[in-house]
């Protein structure tokens, strides 16, 4: 499967913005999927992860309650919605699947095989 990130951009703080990783090559269905991203300097970090149908989801601690990680898998798409963005949000964003046939999600980079190129985010303060 060939991950494509979008959505990404320059925005204020208190801002929002939604990303989109649009699949292609295999059905999305067949993947659990998860956000990643790398700060100036920083390491690649968990931001979210969904299961396979949407039924689970989970989340890093800095991004509870103000991001939302979602699917389409009509549309073959996984979102990340971002609100209340701060300028510690401040990365490239990562969407990564992982082909599974659980209902489970995935929080360390090493448990995903296919990676998108990776959209930034820049929150000015």
């Known amino acids: 499967v060939q991950l494509q990130a979008s959505g990404g951009g320059l925005v204020q703080a208190g801002a929002s913005l939604r990303l989109s990783c649009a699949a292609s090559?295999?059905?999305?269905?067949?993947?659990?999927m998860g956000w990643f991203r790398r700060a100036p300097g920083g390491e690649r970090e968990f931001v979210a992860s969904?299961?396979?149908?949407?039924?689970?989801?989970d989340y890093a601690d800095p991004v509870k309650g103000r991001f939302t990680i979602s699917r389409d898998n009509s549309k073959n798409t996984a979102y990340l919605q971002m609100n209340d963005l701060k300028p510690e949000d401040t990365a490239v964003y990562y969407c990564?699947?992982?082909?599974?046939?659980?209902?489970?999600?995935?929080?360390?980079?090493?448990?995903?095989?296919?990676w998108g190129q990776g959209t930034l985010v820049t929150v000015s303060s």
């Open positions: 969904i299961s396979l149908t949407g039924g689970r989801s």
């Open positions: 990564a699947g992982r082909l599974s046939v659980t209902g489970t999600t995935y929080s360390s980079s090493s448990d995903y095989t296919y």
């Open positions: 090559g295999r059905a999305l269905r067949s993947y659990v």
